[in-house]
């Protein structure tokens, strides 16, 4: 079983809509939860990070993580074309701070 | 400021050959890290330094891969011979410290062909 998977999409949507980018994990011991955007050829930006059970929300951005089912969110509200990126999760905790990333999920918002 | 910078942006090199790698993280920042993505997979971490010493590098894929990172500023990532699984993009990150953000460099893709 992968440490972190991502379904890696493509997902096409309307701009406007409401996108939700999921990720799911399997070691109870990583702490921190990461959302990075990567627009082609670029490295990845961080989007969002928490560290606990909860939302965290920052304009049309907002993180979800559930430590008992192991499993993060993000939504993106009212979806704009320069959205369109691959979004991807990345995971850390324990007694180092390296990243495991999910795949990542393509994301193309349609104007 | 400056941000993470890496080069070459893409290397083309034939198998058995050499290639390094450099990155230049953020000034101050102690704490670099390479990662790499081969076509098809996740990101995934080879080591950490922190200053100049390796902090973690059980991500490193076996002895043809060296990673430098003298005085503590700039690194860099040597890989002797290089083979076709070699290809990919590598990527570079530095933090300030241990638990902040990664800020992560624009890659180099390389090709071993």
């Known amino acids: 079983q992968k440490e972190v998977e991502q379904d890696p999409g493509p997902l096409s949507v309307p701009e406007g809509a409401i996108v939700s980018l999921n990720c799911t994990y399997s070691?109870?011991?990583?702490?921190?939860f990461m959302w990075y955007r990567q627009y082609s050829r670029k490295g990845p930006e961080l989007l969002m990070y928490?560290?606990?059970?909860g939302n965290k929300e920052d304009g049309r951005f907002t993180a979800q993580v559930d430590k008992s089912s192991k499993y993060i969110s993000l939504f993106i509200r009212d979806s704009q074309p320069s959205d369109s990126a691959t979004y991807l999760c990345?995971?850390?905790?324990?007694?180092?701070?390296?990243?495991?990333f999910g795949k990542g999920t393509l994301l193309t918002v349609n104007p | 400021e400056a941000g993470v910078t890496q080069f070459p942006s893409h290397s083309v090199i034939e198998k058995g050959q050499t290639v390094t790698l450099r990155c230049d993280p953020i000034?101050?920042?102690?704490?670099l890290y390479w990662y790499r993505r081969v076509m098809g997979k996740e990101i995934k971490f080879l080591l950490h330094?922190?200053?100049?010493?390796?902090?973690?590098e059980s991500g490193m894929p076996n002895n043809r891969f060296l990673a430098e990172r003298t005085g503590g500023t700039y690194s860099t990532l040597k890989v002797q011979p290089a083979e076709l699984e070699d290809s990919g993009v590598y990527f570079c990150?530095?933090?300030?410290?241990?638990?902040?953000?990664?800020?992560f460099g624009p890659g180099t893709r390389l090709t071993v062909l």
């Open positions: 990345a995971i850390s905790g324990g007694s180092n701070y390296k990243l495991t």
């Open positions: 070691n109870s011991a990583f702490q921190y």
């Open positions: 928490t560290y606990s059970s």
């Open positions: 000034s101050g920042h102690d704490n």
């Open positions: 330094f922190v200053k100049e010493s390796k902090q973690d």
């Open positions: 990150a530095s933090s300030q410290d241990q638990r902040g953000e990664q800020f």
